[in-house]
């Protein structure tokens, strides 16, 4: 199947500094792709939808300053948290869409834990 | 409201059982799909089985398949010959109309365990 690689899987970081995560399709062309946060024991919350070329769509109560959404090419989108707090600790996983498979799937990559000491 | 419902946050089956996990789901969309994702304590979301909302037929993908009874809004995923490499959370997900943008939005899961 697809591959969507997203690195770091895990990061440590210092309040206030920025972390910048990475989500890449491997083996096909993703127009679209979703970052989404995920609290412990709890689902999915859809953070923003990433376009190629054009500024992300962000969901209501999420700060598009907070939150810096990249997607520069059709393989690659990055999720910058800025001045990281430790209240931004969560995971972090991005999918992806491939448009040739059509709607049928949505690949996930790994995630990224992220934790502000 | 609640788009995607998952009442059971967890289930227990014995080993080489099958399981029903449930899911309801809520839209007015004549064209939407319906995801089931298993999540491992690993974090990574797996693409189990989809249901289109226009598929005459259950879907099925090895021991998975979706008891999807469009009447009643329900999307149940059943595992046959459970396993012990089954236990996990999953998510059952829907998408609502045909284009490639649109987002998934995600039940709140149930956990299963697996007994040997």
């Known amino acids: 199947g697809a591959v969507v690689s997203q690195h770091p899987s895990r990061v440590i970081c210092k309040s206030g500094t920025s972390v910048k995560i990475e989500c890449r399709s491997l083996?096909?062309?993703?127009?679209?792709m979703f970052w989404y946060r995920q609290f412990p024991k709890q689902s999915l919350m859809l953070m923003a939808t990433?376009?190629?070329?054009?500024?992300?769509?962000?969901e209501q109560g999420v700060e598009k300053d907070k939150f810096l959404i990249n997607h520069a090419s059709l393989t690659l989108s990055t999720l910058t948290v800025t001045s990281a707090h430790p209240e931004d600790s969560s995971f972090y996983i991005c999918s992806a869409r491939d448009r040739a498979r059509g709607l049928t799937e949505a690949f996930f990559g790994q995630g990224t834990r992220l934790t502000v000491v | 409201a609640q788009k995607i419902t998952q009442t059971q946050p967890g289930m227990f089956v014995q080993e080489k059982e099958a399981v029903t996990l449930d899911c309801t789901y809520d839209?007015?969309?004549?064209?939407?799909?319906l995801f089931w994702y298993k999540q491992p304590s690993s974090g990574e979301m797996i693409f189990l089985i989809y249901?289109?909302?226009?598929?005459?037929q259950n879907a099925t993908e090895g021991r998975y398949s979706l008891n999807f009874q469009k009447a009643r809004k329900s999307a149940n995923l059943v595992i046959s010959a459970s396993q012990l490499g089954d236990s996990a959370m999953y998510f059952c997900?829907?998408?609502?109309?045909?284009?490639?943008?649109?987002?998934?939005?995600f039940g709140s899961g149930t956990r299963l365990l697996v007994r040997p």
């Open positions: 839209t007015s969309d004549p064209s939407y799909g």
């Open positions: 990433s376009n190629e070329g054009s500024k992300a769509t962000y």
């Open positions: 249901q289109g909302s226009y598929d005459q």
């Open positions: 083996d096909f062309q993703a127009t679209t």
């Open positions: 997900a829907m998408r609502e109309g045909m284009d490639s943008s649109y987002k998934l939005i």
